[in-house]
């Protein structure tokens, strides 16, 4: 059983930071790449960033590119989405997925597992 568990969401102003992390682990389960995604109220989930297994690649979605930073700790087996200049339009549920691929991707097609998520609400 593979668990993926977010952590670090809450309530932020406009141009505040947040930090989120996520741990995923199970008994045969090595983390490979993680991405973060997320939905807003009425709309699709998007993609947010991704991180290749070793961390030496990853990918940012125009809408955050210069905000948030994806990186990852191995030995903490934690990945981590630095959110900082927040706009009100950040306000979603944020989810992080893992898979056993090595390679960074952008596509939620390409993560077998996934998160409850975690709801940041960026106020005014």
């Known amino acids: 059983q593979v668990q993926v ?3 670090g969401g809450g309530l932020a102003q406009a141009g505040g ?13 090595k ?3 993680i991405g973060w995604f997320r939905q ?14 070793s961390g030496g690649s990853t ?9 948030f930073t994806i990186s ?3 030995a903490k087996n934690t ?3 630095q959110m900082n200049s927040l706009k009100l339009e950040d306000t979603a549920v944020y989810y ?17 597992y996934w998160g409850q998520g975690t709801q940041v609400t960026v106020s005014s």
């Open 17 to 29: 930071s947040l930090r989120l992390s996520c741990a995923a682990s199970g008994s045969t389960f």
């Open 59 to 67: 990918m940012h979605a125009n809408s955050v590119k210069g905000r």
């Open 40 to 53: 807003a109220p009425g709309k699709g989930r998007e993609f947010v960033a991704a991180i290749s297994s």
């Open 31 to 33: 983390p490979g790449r």
């Open 79 to 81: 990945v981590y989405l």
């Open 96 to 112: 992080c997925a893992a898979d056993p691929g090595l390679r960074v991707a952008q596509e939620s097609a390409n993560y077998n």
């Open 5 to 7: 568990v977010e952590s």
């Open 72 to 74: 990852r700790d191995n």
